[in-house]
């Protein structure tokens, strides 16, 4: 099973400052089959990044995706109150499916 | 517009086994896989297994292989998730998820609202 171990757990950032997050994979990923989502509270989580680089459907530039191999990078330029959230990076090359465990970015 | 609409809220005793509907719609059922995915203790998510629609083969994590079935009635596009041999820790909010591609290797780009599941005596 691939481990995603993401970091920091918690970044605290003010409105319009640039967020960024890190996910590390305990073997490689191939084909870059990383997505990234946001989870706000007491809603399900909304993908962000597929195969690493592309934003998804609906999503602004804002939202930049970086990375292969093993370290991936999420980048949130200028955030804005709904940025403040929980992010999961996940993986969709092998089975099972696994997640990161989060990074939480909150209002400093 | 795509639509992930799950079942309601479920309590149930231990050693039950729940069942969550899951009804897709707004695009072809039968293209697109249907995940399901529950929140861990410590609130990483779990992704508990997947379902080709068209098939109707699932596929599972082994950690839910014993105790989880997915299926699907394509006459009602709908998907459902058996969880039996219910535990205290199994009390969580479990997703439904369709596929953004065709397989179930695919990120997920369409989430239901969530199913609270507590098991509680």
């Known amino acids: 099973e691939i481990v995603l171990t993401q970091s920091p757990g918690t970044l605290s950032l003010s409105a319009g400052e640039t967020a960024t997050l890190s996910c590390r994979a305990s073997q490689s990923i191939s084909s870059n089959y990383l997505a990234w989502y946001r989870q706000n509270p007491g809603q399900p989580p909304r993908l962000l990044i597929y195969?690493?680089?592309s934003r998804a459907t609906g999503i602004p530039d804002r939202f930049s995706g970086r990375g292969s191999g093993t370290d991936f990078t999420l980048t949130i330029s200028r955030l804005e109150p709904e940025d403040f959230a929980v992010y999961y990076c996940?993986?969709?090359?092998?089975?099972?499916?696994?997640f990161g465990g989060g990074t939480k970015v909150e209002i400093k | 517009q795509v639509q992930v609409v799950q079942s309601g809220a479920e309590v149930k005793k231990p050693g039950a086994s729940v069942k969550v509907s899951c009804k897709a719609s707004g695009y072809s059922f039968t293209t697109y896989p249907l995940h399901w995915v529950r929140r861990a203790p410590g609130q990483r998510l779990e992704w508990m297994g997947c379902?080709?629609?068209?098939?109707?083969?699932?596929i599972y994590s082994q950690k839910f292989q014993d105790r989880v079935s997915i299926t699907r009635d394509t006459s009602a596009t709908t998907a459902y998730m058996v969880l039996s041999s219910l535990r205290s820790d199994d009390t969580t909010v479990y997703y439904c998820a369709r596929s953004g591609d065709t397989t179930c290797y695919s990120s997920i780009n369409y989430w239901g609202q969530g199913t609270l599941v507590t098991v509680s005596s």
């Open positions: 996940q993986q969709y090359v092998n089975s099972p499916l696994t």
């Open positions: 195969d690493a680089s």
């Open positions: 379902i080709n629609t068209g098939t109707g083969f699932a």
